[in-house]
T-cell receptor, first 113, second 114 residues
Framework: SQQGEEDPQALSIQEGENATMNCSYK?????LQWYRQNSGRGLVHLIL?????REKHSGRLRVTLDTSKKSSSLLITASRAADTASYFC?????????????FGRGTSLIVHP | NAGVTQTPKFQVLKTGQSMTLQCAQD?????MYWYRQDPGMGLRLIYY???????DKGEVPNGYNVSRLNKREFSLRLESAAPSQTSVYFC?????????????FGNGTRLTVT
């Protein structure tokens, strides 16, 4: 079963606007990662945030993590048509053992030029 | 540096046929994974290999077998394909020993079972 669930399922915006996607999860985590998938391609890692971090930036990406609410958000600022893709969050359990990232169903983002 | 390479890219099978999906990584990663991706379902883990010589079931292992041939290669076998196995299959690798490093994905194998 999916550990993380993204919201919204689909998002359509104009170029230049900001895009915000949310991820909720159920159990404790060591870290949370965001990935991007262009149509017909594999997933590409964007950013990892550890459970003891609250915010992280990478270029136009900003990720926040609220472990008390078991949620994370991905903000893409000043979006471009090239940002059109599906975005997935992935969590790993904090109970030790093997490293097994679990993915949500994803948010499909369309950025209109 | 090719990363994760999957073959074939596309495959059509008839019900009951068998095939093996190949995956190789050149990043010296210890862990390798097989996921399937279906519309509206996200990625679901089929099998994983935490290190060379070990394999374990994931969320949806039924109908599949895997082999960790060596540190580089991790294959997925469908012994008797069923239409429910029509999906896009992704192989990934990571090196958790380096602080839970991210997954590196191949570009997928698109399988249709008729």
């Amino acid at each position: 079963s999916q550990q993380g669930e993204e919201d919204p399922q689909a998002l359509s915006i104009q170029e230049g606007e900001n895009a915000t996607m949310n991820c909720s999860y159920k159990t404790s985590i060591n870290n949370l990662q965001w990935y991007r998938q262009n149509s017909g391609r594999g997933l590409v890692h964007l950013i990892l945030i550890r459970s003891n971090e609250r915010e992280k930036h990478s270029g136009r990406l900003r990720v926040t993590l609220d472990t008390s609410k078991k949620s994370s958000s991905l903000l893409i600022t000043a979006s471009r048509a090239a940002d059109t893709a599906s975005y997935f969050c992935a969590t790993d359990g904090a109970s030790g053992g093997s490293y097994i990232p679990t993915f949500g169903r994803g948010t499909s983002l369309i950025v209109h030029p | 540096n090719a990363g994760v390479t999957q073959t074939p890219k596309f495959q059509v099978l008839k019900t009951g046929q068998s095939m093996t999906l190949q995956c190789a990584q050149d990043m010296n990663h210890n862990s390798m994974y097989w996921y399937r991706q279906d519309p509206g379902m996200g990625l679901r883990l089929i099998y994983y290999s935490a290190s060379e010589g070990t394999t374990d079931k994931g969320e949806v292992p039924n109908g599949y077998n895997v082999s960790r041939l060596n540190k580089r290669e991790f294959s997925l076998r469908l012994e008797s394909a069923a239409p429910s196995q029509t999906s896009v299959y992704f192989c990934a690798s990571s090196d958790p020993g380096q602080g839970n490093s991210p997954l590196h994905f191949g570009n997928g194998t698109r399988l249709t079972v008729t």
